[in-house]
């Protein structure tokens, strides 16, 4: 029997910076079949990598894609592992199924940490729902949390 208590931590209120919202970091976490098999994928576009990399003052767009895939109405969508409220705040909804009553989309501010050590990795949770059928004509749910990361700052490139 384990003894640790699982914390996870919500965002702050207010964003730690106001960064710009033009060109967002795009995370897209997909939901799929693939070969028989249920695949679970998650990258930052145009990166390649299973992570967020801060590189500046940024706004973070994290994409839910899949007609399964849907952000936790009971849960924060997006909660750390540790205290980081001064890094990331300001969590917005967006992209609304009112059908389903859910969304798809979150953005939230994340502060660069200037002076961090290349790599420092900050654990963060993404709480979903996931719709499992629709049983006398309600949908029924299951609660999961996928655990990527975001480094802040980023490894350096050699």
């Known amino acids: 029997m384990s003894t640790l208590n699982y914390v996870q931590h919500g965002l702050a209120t207010l964003p730690p910076v106001y960064a710009d919202a033009e060109t967002p970091i795009r995370f897209d976490v997909t939901l799929k ?16 990598k299973d992570y967020i990399a801060i590189t500046a003052d940024s706004v973070v767009e994290i994409v839910l894609h899949g007609d399964q895939l849907y952000f936790s109405r009971e849960l924060e969508a997006i909660t750390t592992k ?12 967006d992209g609304y199924d009112e059908k389903l009553d859910r969304y798809k989309i979150v ?3 994340a502060r660069y940490n200037a002076g961090g050590k290349y790599g420092t990795r900050h654990g963060f949770n993404i709480n979903v729902d996931l719709l499992q059928a629709f049983h006398r004509a309600k949908p029924k749910w299951v609660t999961l949390t996928i655990d990527p990361e975001i480094t802040n700052p980023p490894p350096k490139d050699n």
């Open 82 to 93: 540790e205290p980081l409220s001064s890094f990331y705040g300001g969590l917005e909804y």
């Open 33 to 48: 079949a693939e070969r028989g098999k249920v695949v679970l994928h998650y990258e930052q576009a145009g990166a390649g």
């Open 107 to 109: 953005r939230f501010q």
